[in-house]
């Protein structure tokens, strides 16, 4: 394991544009992407972006079995996603409460897209493109925003919404880690 500090809110690195991946079978590359891994699956996050561990890198993972963070939230299976984009398949948005590595002990009411198509490359740059909806999807458009240097709260649309986990009374996430 080589789990990596996460940077926290307010860091330069993350509220900055991160590069495009160029080239895909380096050393450097594939130890990012399981420093990565290693990192979310260590904090019990539901997914991680490059940013968040010092790299501004378009690289996000995604992925978990069970969590304690999110326990109402069926599995993920893992993936990484290098250079990841994707395009709303309905207009339709829906409001849920979200967290992030870097903004530890706090949740936030956040619109995103129900039902995503999203492309990237797999960590031998092969394309890998699907379908998300719901969970996955906002978690794709969460880490998305890492990579141009956007936090959370800044989607928040009414700060009554936004407070520390331990404190705010949510139906969704009700579990106290
Ligand atoms: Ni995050």
């Avoid at 307010?10 to 079978?25: D, M, N, R």
């Avoid at 990484?80 to 409001?95: F, G």
């Avoid at 129900?114 to 890998?128: E, L, M, R, S, V």
Wanted: with cysteine; net charge negative; aromatic share 10%.
């Amino acid at each position: 394991m080589s789990e990596q500090k996460v940077l926290k809110m307010g860091s330069k690195l993350l509220h900055s544009k991160a590069s495009i991946v160029t080239e895909f079978k380096t050393f450097e590359l594939h130890k990012i992407i399981q420093d990565l891994k290693d990192t979310m699956l260590s904090k019990g996050g539901v997914g991680i972006a490059a940013p968040q561990i010092g790299h501004s890198i378009r690289v996000i993972c995604i992925g978990f079995d069970k969590n304690t963070r999110y326990p109402n939230e069926e599995p993920i299976p893992f993936m990484t996603l290098i250079n990841p984009r994707y395009l709303a398949l309905s207009e339709d948005m829906v409001d849920a409460w979200e967290g992030c590595l870097s903004v530890p002990g706090m949740r936030g009411l956040v619109s995103r897209y129900q039902k995503i198509q999203y492309f990237g490359f797999d960590i031998a740059g092969k394309p890998n493109e699907g379908v998300a909806e719901n969970f996955f999807a906002r978690i794709i458009q969460h880490e998305c925003d890492h990579l141009d240097g956007v936090l959370f709260p800044s989607r928040i649309k009414d700060f009554k919404n936004f407070g520390f986990e331990d404190t705010l009374e949510i139906e969704t996430y009700l579990q106290k880690s």
